[in-house]
């Protein structure tokens, strides 16, 4: 794969999609395979999450966030991407994305530059279908958390996407169900679940440019 510059944005623009296939390495175990119709027989609810890639010291990254404990939230305490529910206000998915951005991490929507959406994902423990999307904004941004929907932001580079493994790492946590689950680490961070099945898609992606 060419060196990541500064065109980037451009092949991810275009690049090709796995899907299934990408989410597949990192899903786990006791996930069910369901199709489109399955899914939609089961009323979900919309969703959109936001992959948002910055410069910062000539490299790019994208932030995560550790969510706030929360005993109404099945995914509390977890890592995520910022994102969240579909407003009745929301125009599409993208401006879904665009405002949850807004809302949990301070990076105001005009500043958000949708690049694409990925393959979007249906997460079973919610009942959510979430449509994800690839943006960008401005150098360095400052980050400003919603402390209702995030403890911490972690800023991830993108060459560590690069190292992900296709054999993913098995490991048990507090929040799997006591089962073990492919995961993701990174400066004692532990990525699983539908965050670490998007970032999957996202690396292979990156991989094919």
Do not use: C
């Not at 296709?166 to 946590?173: A, D, G, I, Q, S």
């Amino acid at each position: 794969m060419e060196s990541l510059g500064k065109d980037l944005l451009r092949k991810i623009k275009n690049a090709s999609l796995w899907g299934d296939k990408a989410h597949a390495i990192y899903s786990p175990p006791y996930r069910p395979v369901l199709s489109y119709e399955e899914i939609l027989a089961k009323q979900p609810r919309f969703a959109a999450v936001n992959i948002l890639l910055y410069l910062k010291d000539n490299q790019w990254y994208f932030p995560l966030m550790l969510r706030t404990e929360n005993e109404n939230d099945r995914h509390s305490g977890q890592i995520s991407l910022p994102g969240g529910s579909q407003d009745p206000t929301d125009i599409d998915f993208a401006h879904t994305a665009k405002r949850e951005t807004a809302e949990e991490i301070g990076i105001e929507e005009h500043y958000v530059k949708i690049i694409r959406e990925i393959s979007p994902i249906y997460i079973p423990p919610s009942n959510f279908y979430v449509h994800s999307f690839i943006s960008f904004t401005k150098k360095n941004p400052s980050f400003t958390l919603q402390a209702s929907e995030a403890l911490e932001l972690i800023e991830f580079p993108v060459s560590t996407i690069l190292q992900m493994e296709e054999t993913p790492k098995l490991m048990t946590l507090p929040t799997s169900r006591g089962v073990e689950v492919p995961t993701i680490e990174f400066n004692g961070y532990k990525v699983w679940g539908a965050t670490a099945m998007i970032l999957s898609e996202f690396r292979q992606l990156l991989k094919n440019l």
